[in-house]
């Protein structure tokens, strides 16, 4: 089992930023990728960014040039850096982690972009 708590959501401004924050714990030994996935009102569930336990990274086309996945792996935490934000950024974002047989979700935490 692993567990995922997120931190660092919020309110801000068009063009703001902010960094979300997720540190896990249990069988961290198993993870082999972490990242975070956004769901906005009325849609479904959405890749934001991914890195691996080697440092690859995925991000979404809408999110590239903008937001910035990295690892912690001493302190188990990944990070989201959010940067140049937009109104249709406005999402619960959840932290994830895959093992080779589960997948795990933090609570989420809201972003809202908004002036």
């Known amino acids: 089992q692993v567990q995922l708590v997120e931190s660092g959501g919020g309110l801000v401004q068009p063009g703001g930023s902010l960094r979300l924050s997720c540190v896990a714990s249990?069988?961290?030994?198993?993870?082999?990728?972490m990242g975070w996935y956004r769901q906005a009102p009325g849609n479904q569930r959405e890749l934001a960014a991914l890195v691996t336990r080697g440092g690859t990274t995925n991000y979404a086309d809408s999110v590239k040039g903008r937001f910035t996945i990295s690892r912690d792996n001493a302190k188990n935490t990944v990070y989201l850096q959010m940067n140049s934000l937009q109104p249709e950024d406005t999402a619960v974002y959840y932290c994830?982690?895959?093992?080779?047989?589960?997948?795990?979700w933090g609570q989420g935490t809201q972003v809202t972009v908004s002036s």
């Open positions: 994830h982690s895959r093992t080779t047989t589960s997948m795990y």
């Open positions: 249990g069988s961290i030994w198993s993870i082999y990728a």
